[in-house]
């Protein structure tokens, strides 16, 4: 009997001790993000943000008609047509302008669907004579441009287009509207992440610049023109950027002063407090190595 009592307690708890041994079952996936969206920012009657994928521009419906921004049609024409589409379902006004936010092909390809439908393209000067020097097959070339700042008004509403110096391109435009307090700047101002790659086609100290004076203008949330982290930028981020952009610089210029750029900085510069920026450990080096050649070759 005390046998098969202790039989039976040993069945028992054998379940308990077995599952004592195995490692915890793994967390359910989280959902797959749907491959585009169209959201109204929050607190705005005609102010929208339409992503696909990693990439997203904002349009503004007006009684008018409707100012769209940067196509986003890189490698994939049908996001051009879903962007159009996401607009018709808002409203049935016509498009009436499309603003690029800088001549990077990855934000402004794929236009000719807007300017089919008699969309008028704006961008900075220096863009239009980028892009007509390119010549991209499925860019549209600017209409009109703009040099340091004009406002574009249609039905009752401002959006007012500035350019603020060199910073990730020659010719980037914010893109402020007044009455909302919302801004909307594509790839120098991105949101606790570190800056792409080795910051090609950038002038990094006058980046600085640049940010000092997005940080001067009227506003309370930035829009980027990638979806980083996830919401929208403050004041905050602008400074968090600028102290970023001012240490690595710093950092590096010692490196550089000690005969160590490119490699041996790009191995030895760390700036550990952004480690929990996105990007920091695939694009860190190569911020780096942009400043070396800034700081010890004067380009």
Not at 210 to 219: C, G, P, R, Y
Request: proline share 7%; with cysteine; glycine share 6%.
């Amino acid at each position: 009997m005390r046998f098969l009592l202790s039989v039976l307690a040993c069945l028992l708890l054998a379940p308990a001790a077995f599952a004592q041994t195995q490692p915890p079952a793994p967390a359910p996936a989280a959902p797959a993000q749907p491959t585009f969206a169209t959201t109204k920012v929050e607190g705005t009657d005609n102010v929208y943000i339409f992503r696909y994928q990693f990439h997203q521009s904002i349009f503004v419906v007006t009684p008018e008609g409707v100012i769209a921004t940067d196509p986003i049609g890189y490698l994939r024409p049908q996001a051009v047509k879903t962007y159009i589409d996401e607009i018709k379902k808002v409203t049935p006004a016509p498009i009436k302008y499309v603003v690029y936010s800088h001549h990077h092909y990855d934000h402004i390809a794929g236009g000719k669907p807007f300017k089919d439908l008699g969309a008028t393209f704006v961008a900075h000067k220096r863009a239009k004579e980028h892009l007509e020097q390119l010549r991209y097959a499925d860019v549209v070339i600017p209409d009109e441009t703009v040099d340091d700042k004009r406002t574009l008004k249609l039905g009752g509403t401002e959006l007012e287009l500035s350019y603020v110096g060199r910073n990730h391109s020659d010719n980037s435009l914010v893109m402020r509207l007044p009455k909302e307090k919302l801004l909307f700047a594509v790839d120098f101002i991105p949101i606790e992440a570190v800056n792409f790659r080795n910051m090609p086609d950038s002038w990094p100290i006058e980046w600085e610049d640049s940010l000092k004076k997005v940080e001067a203008m009227d506003w309370d949330r930035l829009i980027p023109g990638h979806p980083y982290k996830g919401r929208l930028g403050t004041k905050q981020d602008v400074k968090n950027l600028l102290t970023y952009m001012q240490e690595l610089s710093a950092e590096v210029k010692q490196a550089a002063d000690q005969g160590k750029c490119p490699d041996n900085a790009m191995k030895e510069v760390k700036l550990e407090k952004y480690q929990t920026w996105l990007n920091y450990g695939e694009y860190l080096a190569g911020n780096i190595e942009r400043y070396c050649f800034y700081w010890s070759r004067g380009y």
